[in-house]
């Protein structure tokens, strides 16, 4: 039973509901700071997971192609277009020219479903029943989940729905992809998610509004890429 992710699908819909009634309460030096400090501590994540990596070309190639192609199909702004379809279905309110409200939603989309942990955690409790990486991060996203809701509003719990999707198509795959990756793959894979998370950090802090939409990708190809350098082009350049 994919315990983990029920409950980080949980942790985020009810920190949305809980920020979209406190919010209003809340001062905005208040929601500013604590969206500081999340950005640092999502600064902390994207670091630890990527020293992580066994194959720096690799890591840096997978981020750089990934960003191309999300860049050509338009793959942030097709997510802000849906994000702000449900945006204005949820609350009947249109905030298009919102700039920043549109930047707090692709960050919050990002930051939930696309997260290396997140996809990793779900992974590995699809294989191993070990739930443990997905219940430190719901730990995380609940207070997240409020403080973007202070923004969004009750959209923020509605991001859970497709984050569930994902983690469950990864639970469910788990057992096909698992025993094909090895310990390099995975290291580069965490790796990856670390750079995208370090991005997503920097435009929480609003100290650069990284395309981290456009990143995601990377978190696609890395593994096969990993794999063909370590198979191949490693043998050639021994």
Not at 39 to 62: D, E, F, H, Q, T
Not at 77 to 100: F, T, W, Y
């Amino acid at each position: 039973m994919p315990i983990g992710i029920i409950v980080n699908f949980l942790m985020i819909v009810t920190g949305g509901i809980v920020g979209s009634l406190i919010g209003s309460k809340m001062s905005d030096k208040f929601k500013t700071n604590l969206n500081s400090i999340f950005g640092v501590c999502a600064l902390a994540m994207g670091i630890s997971s990527a020293v992580l990596m066994k194959n720096m070309p690799v890591v840096i190639l997978s981020v750089i192609l990934g960003f191309v192609i999300g860049h050509n199909i338009h793959l942030q702004d097709n997510i802000r277009k849906c994000g702000m379809l449900a945006a204005k279905a949820v609350s009947g309110k249109k905030n298009e020219q919102n700039e920043e409200y549109k930047s707090v939603l692709i960050t919050a989309i990002v930051l939930f479903c696309a997260s290396g942990t997140g996809i990793y955690g779900s992974i590995v409790s699809g294989m191993t029943g070990d739930h443990s990486i997905l219940l430190a991060k719901s730990i995380l996203d609940f207070p997240t989940a409020m403080i973007f809701a202070c923004v969004l509003g009750a959209v923020t719990s509605f991001i859970a729905i497709p984050q569930f999707v994902i983690f469950m198509l990864m639970y469910l795959l788990a057992a096909k992809i698992y025993p094909f990756c090895t310990e390099g793959m995975i290291a580069d894979f965490k790796a990856c998610g670390g750079i995208i998370l370090l991005a997503t950090g920097f435009r929480m802090m609003k100290l650069k509004e990284f395309p981290i939409a456009d990143m995601i990708p990377a978190m696609i190809i890395v593994m096969p890429l990993s794999s063909l350098w370590v198979n191949y082009v490693m043998q050639w350049v021994k």
